[in-house]
T-cell receptor, first 110, second 115 residues
Framework: GEDVEQSLFLSVREGDSSVINCTYT??????LYWYKQEPGAGLQLLTY?????DMKQDQRLTVLLNKKDKHLSLRIADTQTGDSAIYFC??????????FGTGTLLAVQP | DAGVIQSPRHEVTEMGQEVTLRCKPI?????LFWYRQTMMRGLELLIY????????DSGMPEDRFSAKMPNASFSTLKIQPSEPRDSAVYFC?????????????FGDGTRLSIL
């Protein structure tokens, strides 16, 4: 079945880069997404990447996709305290549903 | 632009009561999704609609849960009778079309507590 895994927690210092990793099992995944969830709020779409791409950059965000290893990462440059949140990786494949990872809690230390 | 609007934001009720959660998708979006988020199970898709028609309800936990979409601008998720294990945050999301290229936009959720 489809499964998406993430590490549960990441702590970085303000100004450093953060790298959040995700692995998935569905080889038919077509799009992969990163969402951000702040306390008490819904999920906010940050960025997404089509499976035939290996990199996408959007301002401070860089998404890397290794399709062979089914590994996705989100790099946040110059991490700020406002980036503290839970980050969800999600994949969309043949079933046309979004399968979410467990989420990674990013804590940014001032 | 208004995003996905959910109501109520918070609901506390006693077990056995009927609970109705409401969602207004983004105007022009014709796909709507209901999710449940818990610490133990993360985010689970319960059901989704295309053009007001339920497409996949395989995530609905049991018959106590039902969802309707009477028109393009409104959907409800009903739990009857409610149980303490239904306590969770319920999210509604919408997208322009249920195609893989269209991202889903989420509401702020309804925090449901069943006592």
């Amino acid at each position: 079945g489809e499964d998406v895994e993430q590490s549960l927690f990441l702590s970085v210092r303000e100004g450093d880069s953060s790298v959040i990793n995700c692995t998935y099992t569905d080889s038919s995944s077509t799009y992969l997404y990163w969402y951000k969830q702040e306390p008490g709020a819904g999920l906010q779409l940050l960025t997404y990447i089509f499976s035939n791409m290996d990199m996408k950059q959007d301002q401070r965000l860089t998404v890397l996709l290794n399709k062979k290893d089914k590994h996705l990462s989100l790099r946040i440059a110059d991490t700020q305290t406002g980036d503290s949140a839970i980050y969800f990786c999600a994949e969309r494949g043949a079933t046309n549903k979004l399968i979410f990872g467990t989420g990674t809690l990013l804590a940014v230390q001032p | 632009d208004a995003g996905v609007i959910q109501s109520p934001r918070h609901e506390v009720t006693e077990m056995g009561q009927e609970v109705t959660l409401r969602c207004k998708p983004i105007s022009g979006h014709n796909s709507l999704f209901w999710y449940r988020q818990t610490m133990m199970r993360g985010l689970e898709l319960l059901i989704y609609f295309n053009n007001n028609v339920p497409i996949d309800d395989s995530g609905m936990p049991e018959d106590r849960f039902s969802a309707k979409m009477p028109n393009a601008s409104f959907s409800t998720l009903k739990i009857q009778p409610s149980e303490p294990r239904d306590s969770a945050v319920y999210f509604c999301a919408s997208s322009p079309r249920a195609l893989v290229s269209q991202p889903q936009h989420f509401g702020d959720g309804t925090r449901l507590s069943i006592l």
